[in-house]
Structure formats: C-alpha cells, structure tokens
C-alpha cells in the first residue's frame, strides 16, 4: 500500500508590500511594523527578483509622506512667531515671508516623488559601487535598489520634531546594513564597510581640498 502523499509545503512568506493577497494600505502597514520590529525577517522575505516597481511605489509613498511631515513642521515652527510681532511693519515682513515658505514647502511636496526616485538610484548606485569593492556584491543590482527601497521607511522618524533627523541617519545605517548583508549573503561587518566606504571618501576628498587649498594660500601669501 502507497503511503500517503506529504502535505504541500506553506507558500513562502514574501514582504508585506510585495503579498498581492493584502491591500496596499495593510500591506504599508504591514511592511513598515515588520522594518520596525524585525528587519533581519523583513530583508529575508524581500524578493531579490522580481521588478522595481512595487519597491519604487513603497518608497515613494513612504518618502513622500516624510517630505510633507518635514513641511509641516516648518510651516508650522515658522508661523509660531507671527502673534508675537508687534509691529505692523515687522509683521507685514515676516508674513511675506512667511507665504514664500509656504509655497516652497507646497512645491517640494508635489516634487517630492522625484526627489525620492532620484535618491534611490543615486544611493543605489554608489552602495553597490562600494559593495563591489570589499566584494560583497553576490546579489545584483535590483536586491541593492530594492533594500534602498524598503530602507525609505527610516525617513519616517523625520516626523519626529527636533531630533527625528538624527534618529532617521542612524535607523537608514542599521537597515542599509541589516538589508545589505541578508540581499547580497555577506557578512554585516562588510555591509557596514560598504555603507561607511562613501562617507570616508567624503571626508578624505574634503581634507584633500583643505590641505590643496592651505597649501595654494600659504604660496600665495609667501609670494605677495
């Protein structure tokens, strides 16, 4: 007698935003809890495959909201000044340009799913430059933009006043590490080393220019 078939296996667990079972606003949700709680699982249930444009619309969403955030708060840090001017004049002034803020911010909103799409390609392309080179990129390039992608959602910390930039820089490191290493099988002493390789280029490029230009100074001095 044949022995039973095994039971099919449980289809595999994908990222929330990516499970077209879900609607988007749950599969949002969904995606931002699990980056927040877990981002080690979130990284693993990320496709590596698959297409940019689910992970592109998750980011600009994402972005998108942390740009109106961050104009709101100006607006709103800006025009808290405005009951105590006194005089007519001052405060004619100020709420010049006060609407002059307020129509900046308007129009970086509308532009804003630019600003992202740009950013994401542009980081993209220079941490997987810099995986290349401490050899830690065994996933191509979609996996580095689609961590780029889901790592958006450490720009949310932004709606945090005062210090929500901070909180945002250092959450975008740990998930650019954590998502870098679990895309591309490397270790996350290399991701880190990948993630940091451009801020050191930075800075050695900025103290070059400083000594070239004391130098450049101090012959000009000598010869005057």
């Known amino acids: 007698m044949d022995a039973p078939a095994p039971p099919p296996l449980p289809p595999p667990q994908v990222i929330p935003w990516e499970d077209r ?24 249930r990320m496709p590596l495959t698959g297409g940019i444009g689910r992970p592109l619309l998750y980011a600009i969403v994402v972005g998108w909201i942390s740009f109106a955030a961050a104009v709101v708060w ?22 010049a340009m006060y609407g002059i803020t307020i129509g900046w911010g308007l129009m970086m909103v ?25 050899g830690g990129a ?11 992608c889901y790592t958006q959602t450490a720009q949310l910390a932004g709606i945090v006043p005062f210090c929500g930039g901070i909180i945002a820089l250092i959450w975008t490191v740990i998930l650019y590490v954590v998502g870098l290493a679990t895309a591309h099988r490397t270790t996350r002493g290399r991701a880190l080393v990948a993630v940091l390789l451009p801020l050191i280029a930075c800075c050695g490029v900025v103290v070059v220019a400083a000594v070239l230009a004391g130098g450049l100074a101090a012959i000009l001095a000598a010869r005057g």
Request: avoid cysteine; aromatic fraction near 8%.
């Open 110 to 134: 509308v532009l804003a799913p630019l600003f992202v799409l740009i950013g994401v390609f542009l980081a993209a392309a220079i941490l997987h430059l810099a995986l290349l080179i401490v």
């Open 138 to 148: 065994d996933g191509g390039f979609e996996a580095t933009v689609r961590v780029v």
């Open 74 to 95: 100006n607006v709103l840090l800006q025009g808290m000044w405005l009951p105590f001017v006194e005089s007519a004049e001052d405060l004619a002034g100020i709420g």
């Open 21 to 44: 079972s879900r609607s988007a606003v749950d599969g949002l949700f969904a995606t931002v809890r699990l980056l927040i709680g877990e981002p080690g699982e979130a990284f693993r």
